[in-house]
């Protein structure tokens, strides 16, 4: 009897473990698998960190990507808010081009993409800079 319990609670590990892999896999840079709602919670800036976000600090950075090629940038500052428009496209590459209301262009990289994280990476006047999102 103790066999067939350790036994049982060994497969229960095993099922608890492979679920939780399957949950941070990699996924396809499709626009379904980009379409929902972001929230940065650490940036890479030429070489340092900034792990100061989230509403904990008082600053928020929410993007919205939406199925039809648009979306927002949402910027929360204690009582400031901003909030920018864009289009997007996405190249099979897995880069996208984004176009904001302002009429700026840029172009990022999907570093890496799961359920619960997006990792987008740019180059401007010669750094890189990279935001780290997770899922709301």
Request: aromatic share 12%; proline share 0%; charged share 30%.
């Amino acid at each position: 009897m103790k066999k067939l319990v350790y036994a049982m609670l060994a497969l229960s590990l095993v099922a608890f473990v492979g679920c939780k892999k399957d949950k941070d896999k990699q996924k396809e840079v499709t626009v379904e698998n980009l379409v929902g709602t972001w929230e940065i919670y650490k940036t890479y800036d030429d070489g340092e960190w900034d792990t100061e976000w989230g509403v904990a600090v008082g600053y928020q950075s929410i993007l919205k990507i939406n199925a039809n090629g648009t979306g927002t940038m949402e910027t929360i500052e204690e009582e400031y808010r901003n909030t920018t428009s864009f289009t997007y496209k996405m190249a099979s590459s897995g880069t996208i081009t984004i176009t904001t209301s302002y009429g700026d262009t840029r172009q990022v990289k999907v570093k890496s993409l799961t359920d619960k994280e997006l990792v987008l990476e740019y180059s401007e006047y010669g750094a890189t800079y990279a935001e780290y999102y997770k899922r709301k």
